[in-house]
């Protein structure tokens, strides 16, 4: 097995959505904002070649959204999808399988492109297994009101259309199961409902995708949560337990959205689970 970081590309958010009730004089310390107070994002894919199989975790925001969409988001930097992935000796249509952490805008709407004429949507991984599981497919193709402007019909519907589109099984009331993908995933409903975060045990190390459950290094203390997470009281806990299980078994965290820290290691302290050590991929992967 080879693990690849995948850069797709680089983006903005508001600090103050990113931290939720966290003061700007805190969350500025460790994400500083811009006149604008917008802190500095990734969309950091991560690529895993076993065997016959290249499994893409996540695929970025893509390139078919209107200027004034990305305008929201004030995208910068050379990154890519088609670059990085040729870097590593790969184009998009040797993928396999793409797993989606969840279906907002950012994770997965690089799963879908326009066709050639541009008068619809096509998968933009051509001979990929798309996968999801069932309650999240459900829930974003049912958005609630407040979750609406990140579930983009046409980052997902295609997907179904296509054929392409596969669930994966999870057992009721395990929180952390193994799966047809070849690693451990962990479930946590606090950001969104089934929020997928992958497991994989490589080399002598447990590598973590940690999605939205921990976007960027400076969110580790418990109250540091997303004012995007639907229900904050449930992240605390799933929070809690997976960083105790991170540090007590010195897991590396990958993190999607940390523009600056790629993987991390955490600590427990007597303030609670801290950074221990940031990490390049270059050097681990």
Request: net charge negative; charged share 25%.
């Amino acid at each position: 097995m080879k693990l690849y970081p995948i850069e797709s590309g680089n983006f903005k958010l508001d600090g103050g959505a990113m931290f939720g009730v966290v003061p700007k004089t805190i969350w500025n310390k460790t994400n500083p904002a811009d006149n604008n107070n917008l802190i500095d994002l990734a969309a950091r894919c991560l690529l895993i070649e076993d065997g016959n199989r290249l499994i893409l975790i996540d695929t970025g925001m893509g390139d078919k959204q209107s200027e004034k969409f990305f305008g929201y988001y004030s995208l910068w930097g050379t990154h890519s999808m088609d670059k990085s992935l040729a870097k590593h000796g790969f184009h998009r249509d040797d993928i396999t399988d793409v797993f989606m952490t969840h279906l907002h805008f950012d994770h997965c709407g690089g799963s879908v492109q326009w066709n050639q004429d541009r008068t619809g949507y096509e998968p933009a991984f051509k001979n990929a297994k798309f996968w999801t599981n069932e309650n999240h497919w459900e829930w974003a193709t049912k958005p609630n009101p407040r979750e609406k402007a990140s579930f983009l019909s046409e980052n997902i519907l295609p997907m179904r259309e296509s054929g392409q589109l596969h669930f994966i099984k999870r057992p009721d009331g395990d929180f952390l199961v193994e799966s047809e993908m070849g690693f451990g995933i962990f479930f946590a409903d606090g950001h969104t409902e089934k929020m997928m975060l992958p497991q994989i045990k490589y080399k002598d190390m447990t590598v973590c995708f940690m999605a939205d459950l921990l976007p960027t290094a400076g969110h580790l203390p418990l109250p540091y949560v997303m004012g995007y997470d639907t229900r904050p009281l449930l992240t605390l806990p799933e929070k809690e337990k997976f960083l105790r299980t991170a540090a007590e078994n010195n897991y590396y965290l990958f993190l999607e959205h940390d523009a600056h820290n790629e993987i991390i290691t955490v600590e427990n302290t007597e303030k609670g689970v801290r950074l221990k050590e940031v990490h390049k991929c270059a050097d681990l992967l």
